[in-house]
């Protein structure tokens, strides 16, 4: 009996989940020969291609998966993650909204689009969709801190870094950036605690050590 286009791209995603890029990779292909009107092999061997950096060709097959079903929310992702990796940032705002506008809701999209608008320097933004996250996704939620930093809400980024610490204590760039948070806010002494367990968790973090210097000096 012969496999079908689903039995080949199943065959393929276990293959992946095994670690075996190259076995994926030829039962997508399998997948698509048997039926060439099935996009889901062309979105998995794109898919395939951005993890193992190679983008361009990533897109490629992004375009071809689009062709034949230009409504699936699932390639658009990809392709936003695909020119996320390539840093063009709007880009991937462009395409993950199209994702987002098809029905897909989820905690990866919202942190991917949040993502995209803080390398953008679109922090509010940016803020607004690191919001959506759960607040247990801590790198959204710390994100979601430097974007206040960088837009002067100091006082409510501070906020943020205490949170991050409460939930993960040893989470060294929040004790750093909490320390830059006191120094602007004028408590030196919580200043240099703060750097000083930076540095406790973290004894090669160099901004910690020359901020707290820095501070030592003044």
Known sequence: ????????TKEGLEELSNGNINGALEAFQ?????DPNDWEPYCNIANVLASAGHNDD???WFTRALQLNPEAAMIHYGIGNTCYNMKKFDQAVDAYKRALALGME???LFFMIGMSYFQAEKLAEAVEFLDRCEETDIEAFFTKGLALAR???IEEAKQVF???IEVVPAHADAH???GVAYAYLGNQTQAQSSLEKAIYFNPSHTLAKNTLQQLKNL
């Open 151 to 153: 837009m002067g809400k």
């Open 30 to 34: 399998k997948a698509y020969e048997a």
């Open 176 to 178: 750093f950036n909490l």
């Open 58 to 60: 990533a897109l490629v």
């Open 162 to 164: 205490e949170k991050v």
């Open 1 to 8: 009996m012969l496999k079908t286009a689903k039995d080949w």
């Open 106 to 108: 989820h905690q990866d």
